[in-house]
C-alpha cells in the first residue's frame, strides 16, 4: 500500500524521527558557525553548499533539476525557495538579534498550528478532526513546558517586538511552504529540493556580500559547523522534506516541529555540555502523548502492517 496521509507508513515515521534529530543539530551547528561568520554569511552558505551538493547528487542518480517537468514545477520551487527558505531563514536571523532563543523555539513550535487551518482551506485529503486538532494543540503545550519558560523574558531591545513578529512570520512561512509542497506538482524529491535551495541561495549571496562581504578567514571549528549546515539540516533535510509531504501529507510533515527542540536540547546537552532542564521529561512525555493522539490511526495502521 502507497504512504498517505491517513497511512503515513513506516518509512515516513523513521523519516521524520531522523528529521528532528538532523534539524535539532541545526541550532548547535549554526551556533557554532556564527563564531566564525555573519548570520547573513551562514544562510547564504547553506543554502549555496546545500544546493550545489543535491545538485551533483541528484545529476548522478538522474534526479537533476533538468528532471523538472514544467514550467509550473517550476514555478512552485521558486515560491517554495524564496518564501519557505530564504524568507524564514532572513527573518530569522535578523530576528533573533533582538528575543530570547526560547522565543524562537516556541515560535517554530507553532508551526503545526498554523499548518492546521491551510490544510483544512487547501489540503482537504488530509483529514482533520478534533483528535488531530486536540494532538497538536497538547503537543504545543509539551514543547511550551520545554522552551517556554524563557520565552516572555524581555531582552529591552527597542527592537524587540519586531523581533518577535519576524520569528512567528517565518513560522508562518514554514507553514504555508508545507502546504505549498503538498500541492506542487509531481517531480523528483532531490530535483525539487535542489533548485528551491538554488534559488535561496541566489536571493540570500547578494545580501550577505552586500552587509558582510567575503569572509576574512575560514576558522576550523565554524566553518567544520558550517559544512555539516549545510550537508544535513539544509540539503539532506530539504529531500527528506519534500519526500515526507508529497507522501504523507503537510500535518504528518509538521510533527516534527514538536521534536526539534527536544532533541535540540538533548544534543547541546551531549556535545556541548549545556545544562538537562528539569522539565525536559515531562514536556518530551507531553509531546510524545500529543503525537500519539494526533496520529493514532496512522500508528494503528503502520503496526498492523
Known amino acids: 500500500m502507497s504512504p498517505s496521509p491517513k497511512n503515513p507508513g513506516l518509512i515516513n515515521w523513521l523519516l521524520i524521527l531522523i528529521l528532528g534529530v538532523v534539524w535539532g543539530g541545526a541550532f548547535m551547528s549554526v551556533r557554532l558557525s556564527l563564531d566564525g561568520f555573519g548570520p547573513w554569511s551562514v544562510a547564504a552558505w547553506r543554502t ?63 508551526v503545526p498550528l ?45 527592537n524587540e517586538w519586531l523581533g518577535r513578529l519576524a520569528c512567528l512570520a517565518a513560522a508562518g512561512c514554514y507553514a504555508s511552504g508545507t502546504v505549498i509542497t503538498r500541492r506542487a506538482p509531481k517531480m523528483p524529491p532531490i530535483a525539487f529540493a535542489t533548485a528551491s535551495l538554488l534559488v535561496a541561495a541566489v536571493i540570500l549571496i547578494p545580501i550577505a556580500a552586500i552587509t558582510e562581504g567575503w569572509p576574512d578567514s575560514f ?33 504528518f510533515m509538521s510533527l516534527t516541529s514538536y521534536q526539534v527542540p527536544v532533541w535540540s536540547v538533548i544534543l547541546g546537552m551531549s556535545f556541548m555540555g549545556e545544562t538537562l532542564p528539569p522539565q525536559l521529561f515531562i514536556a518530551l512525555a507531553i509531546i510524545l502523548a500529543g503525537i500519539g493522539l494526533s496520529q493514532s490511526r496512522a500508528l494503528m495502521a503502520t503496526i498492523k502492517r
Not at 482551506?121 to 514543547?143: A, C, H, N, T, W
Not at 566553518?223 to 539544509?234: I, R, S, V
Open 48 to 110: 549555496g553548499l546545500g544546493g550545489i551538493t543535491l545538485a551533483i547528487i541528484g545529476a548522478a542518480l538522474g534526479q537533476g533539476i533538468h528532471k523538472i517537468p514544467t514550467m509550473r514545477a517550476w514555478i512552485f520551487a521558486i515560491i517554495i525557495g524564496a518564501g519557505a527558505v530564504a524568507l524564514p531563514f532572513a527573518m530569522l536571523s535578523w530576528g533573533q538579534q533582538f528575543i530570547p532563543s526560547a522565543f524562537a523555539g516556541v515560535a517554530m513550535g507553532a
Open 114 to 158: 498554523l499548518v492546521l487551518p491551510m490544510v483544512y482551506l487547501f489540503s482537504k485529503d488530509e483529514d482533520i478532526g478534533p483528535r488531530r486538532v486536540l494532538g497538536m494543540l497538547l503537543g504545543f503545550v509539551g514543547l511550551f513546558i520545554l522552551v517556554g519558560p524563557g520565552a516572555a523574558a524581555s531582552t529591552g531591545h527597542e
Open 219 to 251: 576558522p576550523t571549528k565554524p566553518t567544520a559547523a558550517l559544512f555539516y549546515a549545510a550537508m544535513f539540516p539544509t540539503a539532506l533535510a530539504a529531500v527528506i522534506r519534500v519526500r515526507v509531504i508529497t507522501t504523507a501529507g503537510s500535518l
